[in-house]
Nanobody
Framework: QLQMVESGGGLVQPGGSLRLSCTNS????????IGWFHRAPGKERDTISC????????YYADSVKGRFTITRDKVNGTVYLQMNNLKPEDTGVYYC?????????????????WGKGILVTVSA
């Protein structure tokens, strides 16, 4: 398993932006799908976005399409989630995870390695 580390969370007003980062030195040398997942208060953890480092293929949940963008820095291996036009319902804990397969990320099933999560609060 990989050691995943998230950063960049915090408090933001509705309509604001945040950028989350997910780091792990393995990204530079290995081929994984990296995903971001969201657990809203009292709800299940859902897939937000996925990035396949083999072909740059991406996936977005309908709830974030047009607002969130997932990218990867090929030099340092960091995967970013740029979150714009944030809404109160985006509040929750965001997790970064990795798996050799893209489908595991899309289906939120069996991801191999997880970070501890980082809190994002969208509130006026």
């Amino acid at each position: 398993q990989l050691q995943m580390v998230e950063s960049g969370g915090g408090l933001v007003q509705p309509g604001g932006s945040l950028r989350l980062s997910c780091t792990n030195s393995e990204f530079t040398y290995s081929q994984y799908t990296i995903g971001w997942f969201h657990r809203a208060p009292g709800k299940e953890r859902d897939t937000i976005s996925c990035f396949d480092t083999r072909d740059d293929r991406t996936y977005y949940a309908d709830s974030v399409k047009g607002r969130f963008t997932i990218t990867r820095d090929k030099v340092n291996g960091t995967v970013y989630l740029q979150m714009n036009n944030l809404k109160p319902e985006d509040t929750g804990v965001y997790y970064c995870a990795a798996d050799p397969t893209f489908v595991a990320c899309r289906k939120n099933y069996g991801m191999d390695s997880w970070g501890k999560g980082i809190l994002v609060t969208v509130s006026a």
